[in-house]
């Protein structure tokens, strides 16, 4: 169909949908509702071709103001007529005074102008108008008998009409040409309505079988058909959506999604689907009970025609709400406990800090010399309240990084002082349970973009966790270099090793492998949680590779340029830790996890 046939038959198409509209709601039967449209159509369209016949044969024996007067009683006339119907419902007396006021003005067109004139022809359009509504033979005899009337009226008004009456012209042929144009359309109209709307393929029928309201639309968006399910969906008659605009029923947010979607059926697309809020009657009676139901539509092109397909999204937006609802009470949850956290965190810290300070002053013998047995007490004292602050800094730590509030400021440093530096701290630790220590850094390693501070926690936590799982005469080693445009710490023991089972919960806060070696190593299992965080916000990477009694190998693999997507002021980062994603991978009966 080329775009003008296209046009044309869009603008016939609405031309019927206007007319629909002004049927009565009241008006349920379908072929009753045919019939009155079809009225309705010919009451509003005769004025316009009887006018230039009554221009041309009585033009020129009235005065214009006489003249104008006959033209606007036959368009208030015809016109009326269409409006008694639509608003009644009724069209048996309507009828009747519309062949007549036919009849009357064929008597004085043949009258003025004589059986000679083209003019003439129309009073065969009596007969066949009447047939035109009913599709009936007692109504084409009753336009008949009444065509044959006015021709015998017209007899009688010849000798003081046509007498004065215009000679014909050219013009004499517009009302007929314009009257056989319009019977060359309906005719032309209802062959294609015939051929696309086979009984199969009916909206009412297509909506019955998919159990779902449907609308017939224009390219447009005007709506030419509506489906009962339709009607009852927007709170309204379905007769009284006819002839109206999609877009008033659409909410004006929404109204460039369905514009789209008919855009993209214009361009040779058969099917585009789209969530809208449609404007429906609201639940109770009254006036002003108006809401934006929210509904899943789906526009269908097939064989020329557009049906859009409505499914109520109601019970999905409820789900919507309710998962938004738990997310949100799941964030203020975890919030609480992120606040509730840091809170006690920072209220331990600060008595905490005072009793390993009164106890370091009675150990170094200020307050007076102590006994053996009160300097092992207050030694137990000053270890414990050392071993909790650092419970206590880690859990604010993690609490941080979980909520997203821990910044790092990466700057360009040497990793060679900051591995000394470690070494240096663990030294100690490693030489009191008899663990050799070894540390090497390869002569590619330069300086490398990252929070030092962050950089040394990572290695300090990956050491004394080798170290608290080596029994004695093992060793632990921590080996720095350099590939491409990243750098590695690898931390490797010869400790007790992890099973492929319990890798999985490594990195989680709170948790400790738990079988009956691990049990009697103290920790908070906070350890390893905050270096995955650490490496997280670094942009890098956590490997471990562990079998039982083989020992434990953790690498971790940072930017040499630092994090590409976070800035160097240190700003509150987004929460990496449950988004983690850790894989598991064995390898020679050595288990690999990365994070």
Same mark, same amino acid.
């Given at each position: ?34 019939? !009155? *449209?079809? %009225?309705?159509? $010919? /009451? ?6 009887? +006018?230039? @016949?009554? =221009?041309?044969?009585? &033009? ?29 419902? !009724? *069209?048996? %007396?309507?009828? $009747? /005074? ?6 009357? +003005?064929? @008597?004085? =067109?043949?009258?003025? &102008? ?482």
């Amino acid at each position: 169909m080329s775009s003008a046939a296209a046009r044309s038959d869009a603008w016939l198409a609405g031309i019927e949908a206007g007319c629909e509209r002004l049927v009565h709601p009241r008006v349920t039967d379908a072929a009753e509702r045919e019939r !009155q *449209r079809r %009225f309705i159509g $010919i /009451a509003l369209a005769a004025p316009f071709i009887i +006018a230039p @016949a009554l =221009i041309e044969t009585v &033009g020129g024996l009235l005065s214009a103001y006489a003249l104008m007067a006959g033209l606007c009683a036959t368009f208030a006339l015809s016109w009326i007529l269409a409006a008694t119907v639509a608003a009644t419902g !009724q *069209r048996a %007396f309507a009828e $009747i /005074a519309a062949v007549g006021l036919l009849a009357l +003005a064929a @008597a004085v =067109i043949l009258g003025a &102008g004589g059986a000679g004139h083209p003019a003439a022809l129309l009073a065969c359009g009596i007969a066949f108008e009447s047939w035109w509504i009913d599709r009936s033979r007692r109504r084409f005899a009753f336009g008949a008998a009444t065509a044959a009337v006015a021709i015998t009226a017209s007899f009688a008004l010849a000798p003081s009409l046509a007498s004065q009456g215009p000679a014909a012209s050219v013009w004499s042929w517009l009302a007929p040409a314009l009257y056989l144009a319009t019977i060359v359309v309906r005719f032309s109209r209802a062959r294609d309505t015939e051929s696309k709307s086979a009984p199969a393929h009916t909206i009412e029928t297509v909506a019955d079988m998919l159990g779902i309201p449907a609308l017939r639309l224009t390219d447009s968006g005007e709506v030419i058909d509506a489906s009962a399910k339709a009607g009852a969906l927007f709170g309204i008659p379905s007769g009284l959506l006819a002839g109206r605009s999609i877009f008033e029923r659409v909410h004006v947010a929404d109204r460039v999604v369905v514009m789209n979607a008919l855009s993209a059926l214009k361009g040779d697309g058969s099917r585009c689907a789209a969530e809208l809020r449609l404007r429906v009657a609201g639940n109770d009676d009254s006036a002003k009970a108006e809401r934006f139901l929210p509904v899943a539509a789906e526009f269908v092109m097939a064989d020329g025609a557009l049906t859009m397909f409505v499914h109520d999204n109601s019970n999905l937006e409820g789900l919507r709400a309710e998962l938004e609802e738990a997310r949100q009470s799941v964030d203020s949850t975890e919030v609480a406990k992120n606040r509730f956290l840091a809170a006690v965190s920072h209220e331990l810290r600060t008595p905490l800090n005072a009793i390993i300070g009164f106890s370091d002053m009675m150990l170094s013998d200020i307050s007076g010399e102590l006994t053996g047995r009160q300097r092992e007490h207050v030694g137990v004292i000053s270890e414990a309240g050392r071993h909790l602050l650092s419970v206590v800094n880690a859990i604010l730590d993690v609490s941080k990084i979980e909520s997203g509030a821990y910044a790092i400021s990466p700057e360009p440093f040497q990793p060679n002082d900051a591995v000394e530096l470690c070494r240096s701290m663990m030294a100690h630790q490693a030489e009191s349970k008899g663990i050799s220590m070894t540390v090497c850094t390869r002569p590619d390693v330069s300086e490398l973009v990252a929070d030092r501070r962050a950089v040394q926690q990572i290695m300090i936590n990956l050491l004394s966790n080798a170290i608290k799982f080596t029994p004695e005469g093992g060793s632990v080693s921590l080996d720095v270099y350099r590939l491409g445009g990243t750098m590695s710490f690898v931390v490797a023991d010869t400790g007790i090793g992890i099973a492929e089972s319990d890798l999985g919960r490594l990195g989680r806060p709170f948790t400790q492998v738990d079988n009956d070696i691990t049990r009697r190593f103290e920790g908070a299992g906070l350890g390893l949680s905050l270096v995955k965080g650490l490496v997280a916000l670094h942009e890098g990477e956590l490997a471990i590779e562990s079998a039982p009694g083989d020992g434990t190998t953790v690498t971790v693999t940072l930017p040499v340029a630092g994090p590409g997507r976070r800035e160097a002021n240190g700003a509150a980062i987004e929460r990496l830790m449950p988004h983690i994603e850790m894989g598991l991978k064995e390898e020679h009966e050595t288990v690999r996890k990365t994070a």
